[in-house]
Nanobody, 125 residues
Framework: QVQLVESGGGLVQAGASLRLSCAASGHTFSNYAMGWFRQAPGKEREFVAAINRSSGSTFYGNSVKGRFTISRDNAKNTVYLQMNSLKPEDTAVYYC??????????????????WGQGTQVTVSS
């Protein structure tokens, strides 16, 4: 059974950077497209970024384009989210997501096959 474990969250000031990591186990990581979502209190879960199996294609939500970068290391079974120029509105729980059936890019919650437990990111003004 697949397990996704996020790390790297924390409390930072506006303008700072953080890098989130998501370590996958329980299956062949390189067979799955991966992504990140976030959920702020009282709001719906929001798509942040996705990457295909070979790292050849990446996709971003409009609110993070130009500031966040998704990447993966298939040798380490890990997907990353580099977050730069953080803003208070980036405050949320960030979830790692695996695409359904491997090929499907997790760009909506309906396209997600498995979720991590989440890691809190708080950006102070």
């Amino acid at each position: 059974q697949v397990q996704l474990v996020e790390s790297g969250g924390g409390l930072v000031q506006a303008g700072a950077s953080l890098r989130l990591s998501c370590a996958a186990s329980g299956h062949t990581f390189s067979n799955y497209a991966m992504g990140w979502f976030r959920q702020a209190p009282g709001k719906e879960r929001e798509f942040v970024a996705a990457i295909n199996r070979s790292s050849g294609s990446t996709f971003y939500g409009n609110s993070v384009k130009g500031r966040f970068t998704i990447s993966r290391d298939n040798a380490k079974n890990t997907v990353y989210l580099q977050m730069n120029s953080l803003k208070p509105e980036d405050t949320a729980v960030y979830y790692c997501a695996e695409g359904k059936n491997g090929v499907v890019l997790p760009t909506t919650t309906q396209r997600v096959g498995s979720w991590g437990q989440g890691t809190q990111v708080t950006v102070s003004s």
